[in-house]
């Protein structure tokens, strides 16, 4: 499941909200769809508190080990906004003023109402790229491989927009669900790994959910080979179609 | 913001399906929630793919670094469920049938109907406690400081009723939420940094949310103890009132 069309990413989310439950991340659901979408396979998410040597370490681990790193929040204008500051310390350069930025605001605030906490959404580390906010102006940035977008959804979608344009973007991932239609994962879970076994250039999952009393099953089929995903769809559907369904979920 | 009665978790969500964005995760943000309440911090949460390496390494980094290790997903018949041999892998354990979870299968499956996938549902590593499950019967397990629970969210939450039961919990954090009322954080973010250095057993927030194109704010004061929280809180809502709504957001 990799070669050389393959371009991986990682997501750091950054938030004291997060970790206490006060918000339900909406980033990692729609950043991960979107970028399976354009052929970007995100490999693994993390999310960290506003403590800067979390963010550091972590930036630091995912930076090296992946294409892209998208980060979102803890960019705003508040003393818990201390992204900026973190990953600059993670390449060892300095934050400082952007006047990019500080242009971009001074179409939107009066220099008086350019309070100090304002002029802190300016700061960036150095050499970084801006990356587009539609919605408030203040922009993310780009510094090496690292992306650092907002935290509010909204404008987190707009910037992500922009940001995947600069982006390599490898073969994209084809994705068939199969219902199982009522036979249970314990049932069909031998089968499937020999069909598993004999499709290694796709990858297949089963995934039970559990609503209103009952058990549904899928079992997605994942690959970049249209062929290959092909193939494996029909094994697994002659399979099921060999099983009788069944109460018992698992 | 740490002490003797500082008890700290962290969150291993195990699974391909949510890095590609297929199923969005609702288990973090119920887990953050329900620990917060029984003051257990939630320091860090990955998100990992059903890879035996990544899921070893990354429940070594976590179960060194926190009291408690909680993860999701894996435990089931299929050939991706690989989280059992992945535990006892990062513990150095054999993992092996458990007569406990097979008695526990045939209230359930009569023996001709406990084929070799629904068995891998009876794989722990060896020396772990059983983590009741009353919805699907299979259980999850404990070993150490790490929870192993299934990754279907009903079934996960019913787990942690039970996990949780058996943690030392410390005092609970607790959590003043107050409505900015139109006024921007880069208007009182300067002023908040002042409150926030001189309350520093509290940790405060602020946090902008955007919806049908308005932005609200709102500044969460958080800590351990009842009088400090309060007297941030009050210091907050002082500043507040000393200043203008405005319909820039930030």
Do not use: C, W
Not at 201 to 230: C, H, L, M, W
């Amino acid at each position: 499941m990799s070669g050389p069309t393959t371009v991986t990413a990682a997501i750091l989310v950054i938030g004291d909200e997060i970790l206490s439950g006060r918000t339900k991340d909406k980033n990692i659901g729609y950043i991960t769809e979107y970028l399976t979408r354009v052929g970007i396979d995100v490999r693994e998410a993390r999310i960290v508190p506003d403590v800067e040597e979390e963010i550091v370490a972590a930036l630091n681990a995912l930076r090296a080990r992946h294409d892209y790193v998208l980060t979102t929040g803890g960019i705003g204008p508040t003393h818990d906004d201390i992204t900026a500051d973190s990953v600059g310390r993670a390449f060892g350069v300095p934050v400082g003023e952007d006047p990019r930025i500080i242009a971009l605001m001074l179409e939107r605030y009066s220099p008086t109402d350019l309070t100090p906490a304002r002029r802190r959404m300016a700061r960036v580390p150095q050499g970084a790229d801006l990356i587009e906010n539609p919605i408030s102006r203040v922009p993310g940035f780009r510094i090496d491989n690292v992306y650092v977008m907002a935290g509010v959804p909204s404008i987190m979608q707009t910037m992500l927009d922009f940001a995947v344009k600069t982006m390599k973007t490898g073969v994209a991932m084809l994705m068939e669900t199969i219902e199982a239609g009522g036979v249970p994962e314990g049932r069909y879970g031998d089968a499937l790994a020999t069909i598993a076994a004999e499709h290694p250039e796709t990858s297949i999952g089963s995934y039970p959910s559990f609503k209103d009393g009952r058990f549904a099953n899928q079992i997605v089929v994942r690959g970049k080979d249209d062929a290959a995903v092909a193939a494996a769809k029909t094994a697994v559907e002659a399979m099921l179609a060999s099983m009788t369904a069944d109460l018992k979920p698992l």
